[in-house]
């Protein structure tokens, strides 16, 4: 089993790209995000944990984040790799990863980081909030939400080089080039 963790700040174009390496590979896509919003539409017994959580106005925790993500790999035991987007997103989410992995007798594979820079982000985020109408997402707190990404993620890129397990691609280009430098790394 392959087990890809894609990360790269907000605007680099992560979800597009794990649905595509998902796709290319037959591997199942592992978006945190998504993965909430469909328990808690499903009314199951955990999207029930969750829903209470965010109704409380409070993140959920790293717990119940494993849970769920144990919950993904052992339903889809039997595919031949996961890409996690969005996840881990702290130090103690990757350590308890790694836990649950080797308890389910497998690793993390690969880490790939989109590098995209900041001018580039910021472009691309105020477009996508101007198409999607979303008044709120200004340059100011776009930078904003960059600088948490950078603060937040920084130990858990030094924690993957530490395991020789990172690797950066250039975020720039077609969606089709970063496509290619990105299954470029996953085989070599």
Request: proline letters at 3%; aromatic letters at 6%; charged letters at 25%.
């Amino acid at each position: 089993m392959f087990n890809l963790i894609l990360f790269g700040p907000p605007g680099a174009g992560k979800g597009t790209q794990a649905i595509k390496i998902a796709g290319k590979y037959g591997w199942v896509h592992v978006s945190t995000g998504d993965i909430l919003r469909s328990e808690v539409s499903q009314g199951t017994p955990l999207g029930l944990k969750v829903k209470a959580v965010m109704e409380a106005g409070i993140l959920v925790s790293d717990e119940l984040l494993i849970e769920i993500m144990e919950s993904v790999f052992r339903k889809n035991n039997t595919a031949g790799g996961f890409v996690l987007d969005g996840f881990p997103r702290t130090l103690n989410q990757a350590k308890e990863l790694d836990r649950m992995l080797v308890k389910l007798g497998t690793i993390v594979s690969l880490v790939l980081s989109l590098d995209v820079d900041e001018e580039e982000l910021v472009k691309r985020l105020l477009k996508r909030a101007q198409e999607q109408g979303r008044k709120d997402d200004t340059e100011e707190v776009i930078k904003n939400r960059l600088v948490q990404y950078h603060q937040h993620t920084k130990p858990l890129i030094e924690y993957y080089e530490s395991e020789n397990l990172l690797k950066n691609v250039m975020g720039v280009g077609s969606i089709d080039d970063i496509f290619t430098s990105l299954c470029e790394s996953i085989i070599s």
